[in-house]
Structures are given as structure tokens and as C-alpha cells.
């Protein structure tokens, strides 16, 4: 572990990433993405007492039956972000525009959703199904997930994945430099559509959105919506370099590590490994969310 903070803060809203973060990064788009029974308790726990946010490269399709404990999901790294409304709030924002309900253990839930750029979604649609095609037309052993808005399903990022290759370390170092060529070269010859390629330096795949999308303003924007006021401090959890700017914005940023093969220099204050984060979370629970590190035994 490792942990630079010193002085206690109580933790007003958790916001975390998803895929890595709350569960081991496993397969592309499979049931086995799936939060362990034991953390998704204490998220639910902490989930009634403070709001849990999430930020994710995931469309909502993957997500909403696996963080219905969510207040605020931001989707495809904000592409399409929902605001969940539970019991009396859901009542009252039923009949509102934008509005769907929701499935789930808690009663009369609705999301309010938003689509950021809608007209450049759809523009770039068709371009990221032709740079898909491409790439599984050039390059073996690939898979494509597709990711879309929720209600309209207009194709508006893809992920291109090879974590399911069973040494995806040799992958990485010897193909994927050419994949990545393959990918800028059909970008720039879009211009000037914008599309953004998010890459990683030890992740197994590659991710293309529709526009230029940054966690830290995401996480900007929705720490506003939840109006902790001007002493509401911020927990946030992420897995990869595309949280750093999360982390920049966060009060008290935790780093997680879920895969040994994974090593990525984060910018969080705090350092975990995947088994560690639920006992993590149990003990600021049950110190009413008051972080302080020599409580939880952190050198």
C-alpha cells in the first residue's frame, strides 16, 4: 500500500470507475464483469448513507443491472450520463422528459438521461462501425464490442480487445503498436470528425469515442449535480491512466490494482489491490466515513 494523505476528512460522495475497479478486469463484455457478492453488500450499505457515482468507459446496456446502487452513472466516459431517481424523487420525476424507468430492488426508479454532442454521435456512427470493421479485417484475434447510447442505440464508442488472448503481454508489445498506426491512420483521414483514441500502457485493449472525453471533467460536472456544498469532500476509485484526472479533482483518490500483470502509474494518493477494497470500504463505513490513515492501519 501506499497512502501520502495525513489528516483525517469525512468522505461526503464515493465516485469510482467500474471495469478493474470494482471487479477484476476479465473478459470483454461477459457476465463475469460482475461486482463480487461481497463488495456489492457494503456498496448498498454505504449506498444508503452517502451517494456512490459512477464514471465508465461501459455503455448503460452493460451497466444498469450491475450498480443499480448508483446515484449518478456516467457512461462511455460521459458520452450518455443518467440520474437516478429512487421511491418519493422517482414519483415526482416520472412523468418528467428523458425519463426511464428503472429495474431493480428499490421501488419507483427513474433515470434522467442526457446525451453530451448528440449530433456529433451520430455523425461519427457510421465511421466507428467502418474503423471496427477494419480493424477485425486486418488484425487476428480481436474482439470489437460495440457500445451505444441506451435509448436511441446510436454506436458511439468501441473498444478494441484482446485480454481474452491467453498471453495478451506479447500482443501488446508486438501488435498492437501497428494496430494503433491501423487506428490514427483512419482517424486522421476523418478529419475533422474528431473521433479519440484512448490507449493505455499496460491495459490489454483500446478504446474509440466518438469525441474527446475526460473523466476529470466528467467528474467536475457531476460532483456540481450532487451539491455536497463547500465542505463535501470526495472519495474517488479507479484503475488506469484514464482516471488520473479523476484522481487530480478528487479529495482522497484510491488506486486499484486487479490484475498483476497490470502496473500503471496512477496518480492517486492511495494505492490498493483489488482484495483489499472491501474491508477498505467496510472500515470507513464504520467510522461514519471518516478517513483517517492510522485508523486503517495504512504505513
Known amino acids: 500500500m501506499y497512502f501520502s ?9 464515493i465516485i469510482s470507475d467500474y471495469d478493474g475497479t470494482l471487479c477484476p478486469t476479465v473478459s470483454v463484455n461477459s457476465n463475469d464483469n460482475q461486482i463480487p457478492q461481497d463488495l456489492l453488500n457494503i456498496l448498498w450499505k454505504i449506498a444508503e448513507k452517502i451517494p456512490i457515482c459512477i464514471i465508465s468507459s461501459k455503455d448503460f446496456g452493460f451497466l444498469r443491472k450491475k450498480i ?4 449518478i452513472v456516467a457512461c462511455m466516459l460521459g458520452i450518455e450520463v443518467f440520474h437516478v431517481f429512487r421511491g418519493t424523487e422517482g414519483s415526482q420525476n416520472r412523468l418528467q422528459n428523458n425519463t426511464i424507468p428503472v429495474e431493480g430492488p428499490v421501488s419507483n426508479a427513474v433515470c434522467k438521461y442526457f446525451l453530451s454532442k448528440a449530433r456529433k454521435v451520430l455523425q461519427n456512427s457510421l ?18 464490442e460495440h457500445k451505444v447510447t441506451y435509448v436511441d442505440k446510436i454506436l458511439a464508442a468501441i473498444t478494441i480487445d484482446y485480454r481474452h488472448i491467453q498471453k495478451w ?30 490507449s493505455y500502457s499496460d491495459h490489454p485493449f483500446l478504446d474509440v469515442y466518438s469525441f474527446k472525453c475526460d473523466k476529470g471533467e466528467v ?17 474517488y476509485l479507479g484503475d488506469s491512466e484514464n482516471d488520473n484526472p479523476a484522481f487530480h479533482k478528487a479529495d482522497l ?22 482484495n483489499e477494497l472491501r474491508p477498505f470500504l467496510q472500515k470507513l463505513d464504520a ?13
Open 5 to 13: 494523505i495525513v489528516m483525517p476528512i469525512r468522505i461526503s460522495a
Open 68 to 71: 443499480e446502487f448508483a446515484k
Open 127 to 144: 465511421l466507428l462501425n467502418e474503423l471496427g470493421n477494419i480493424v477485425l479485417q486486418e488484425f487476428q484475434g480481436l474482439v470489437v
Open 169 to 198: 503481454e506479447q500482443y501488446k508489445t508486438n501488435i498492437e503498436p501497428e494496430l494503433k498506426k491501423t487506428v490514427r491512420k483512419f482517424i486522421d483521414s476523418t478529419l475533422p470528425n474528431e473521433l479519440y483514441l484512448q
Open 219 to 235: 467528474m467536475g460536472s457531476m460532483i456540481r449535480s450532487l451539491n455536497l456544498g463547500n465542505s463535501g469532500k470526495v472519495l
Open 253 to 274: 483518490s484510491i488506486g486499484i490494482h486487479s490484475d498483476s500483470r497490470i502496473r500503471t502509474k496512477l496518480d492517486s494518493d492511495y494505492i490498493i489491490e483489488f
Open 287 to 299: 467510522e461514519d466515513f471518516v478517513f483517517n490513515r492510522m485508523s486503517q492501519n495504512i504505513l
